[in-house]
């Protein structure tokens, strides 16, 4: 029998963190320490935006290296995990087959590879992932994320790559650990709303500390989903609380089963 497997949100930070062994890269780690091992592996990254829905179905993506202005080692980096191009097509029907585009050209960007390359260093578990369609409101991510529901029971781990708090263009970089007023509020509330299943609070971003902290809306996207995956009765397990540079948040959590 297929085990229910648990759904991650990863607060990915720097890309930096691909090649490093700290407490933020230990804690992703440590998230699926124990798991049985899935089937195939799904990832929701904020660094894929589209125009209408669509997922990879090549069967071997990628590595992209979607950013500039960091080290060669980095630009060289490669997570040459196989793809699904099966589950690709499953995914597709659970989204509904005429809306959904089976992608041959993305592969996985850096908000994939970069958390993957801690949770599964030996690239060996086949990877899809899903973009993040612009024209659609917080609410209908949301709804996307509750018809992938099945997926966890059919061996698939499903993650989602991003920030909860994302202003770069706030961010202190001579005080990587401090954080401001207002990040440590927004973070405060949303960890409350999460361990009160209070999802309908998840997606009213209309405060003044949320229009700080969720500027554009990519990188919060990718927690409505894993959100939506809970069952009634699972609670989030949170690691990774912190805020860094002020106006990043690096909160993560998973949904279900506990490793």
């Excluded at 509330?189 to 003044?208: F, I, P, T």
Aim: proline share 7%.
């Amino acid at each position: 029998m297929t085990p229910t497997l648990p759904a991650l949100f990863i607060g990915h930070g720097n890309p930096m963190h691909a090649l490093q062994d700290n407490a933020i890269t230990q804690a992703w780690h440590g998230a699926v320490a124990g798991l049985p091992r899935p089937r195939a592996i799904l990832v929701i990254s904020a660094h894929w935006l589209t125009r209408g829905t669509a997922v990879t179905a090549m069967a071997h993506p990628e590595t992209l290296h979607d950013f500039e202005g960091f080290p060669r080692q980095l630009a060289e980096f490669d997570y040459p995990a196989p793809g699904d191009p099966a589950l690709a097509q499953e995914i597709a029907d659970l989204l509904g087959a005429s809306s959904v585009a089976l992608d041959l050209d993305w592969g996985l960007d850096h908000g994939a590879w970069s958390v993957l390359a801690h949770l599964y260093p030996r690239a060996d578990i086949p990877v899809v992932q899903l973009s993040l369609d612009v024209t659609r409101r917080a609410a209908e991510h949301y709804a996307l994320g509750r018809t992938l529901r099945p997926l966890r029971a059919a061996g698939v781990l499903v993650v989602g790559s991003g920030n909860v708090i994302h202003n770069l263009g706030l961010m202190d970089w001579r005080h990587p650990d401090s954080a401001t007023d207002w990040a440590r509020r927004f973070n405060d509330r949303l960890r409350d709303q999460l361990e009160l299943a209070d999802h309908n609070g998840l997606l009213e971003l209309d405060s003044a500390d949320a229009h700080l902290a969720v500027p554009t809306p990519e990188h919060y996207w990718p927690l409505l989903y894993i959100a939506a995956l809970a069952d009634a009765g699972e609670t989030p397990a949170f690691f990774n609380d912190r805020i860094e540079y002020g106006s990043i948040g690096m909160l993560s959590f998973r949904i279900g089963a506990q490793p």
